[in-house]
Nanobody, 115 residues
Framework: QVQLVESGGGLVQPGGSLRLSCAAS????????MGWYRQAPGKQRELVAT???????NYADPVKGRFTISADNAKNTVYLQMNSLKPEDTAVYYC?????????WGQGTQVTVSS
């Protein structure tokens, strides 16, 4: 069974940085792609960033230039480096792994950006 364990969330001030980690229970090479989603209170879950097995990345417009998704294949871990954080980034962040038609989700980690 695929397990995704997220960590790294917390409370930061606007302009601060945070790095989220997503540790997978098996090689991330086995997934077509992995990514990060977020869900703010009262809003639908939205895509933040994705990375394919080939290393290609994609970012949602609100985070372009501020967030970076990366993968450490040896550690079976995907990261989301978040810089220049804004209050609008406050949300529960979820790790996702996509394998053909199946999606796997982590438990989510809370990111709160507040002064």
């Amino acid at each position: 069974q695929v397990q995704l364990v997220e960590s790294g969330g917390g409370l930061v001030q606007p302009g601060g940085s945070l790095r989220l980690s997503c540790a997978a229970s098996r090689s991330i090479f086995s997934f077509n792609a992995m990514g990060w989603y977020r869900q703010a209170p009262g809003k639908q879950r939205e895509l933040v960033a994705t990375i394919t097995s080939g290393g290609s990345t994609n970012y949602a417009d609100p985070v372009k230039g501020r967030f970076t998704i990366s993968a450490d294949n040896a550690k079976n871990t995907v990261y989301l480096q978040m810089n220049s954080l804004k209050p609008e980034d406050t949300a529960v962040y979820y790790c996702n792994a996509f394998h053909f038609t199946q999606y796997y989700w982590g438990q989510g980690t809370q990111v709160t950006v507040s002064s």
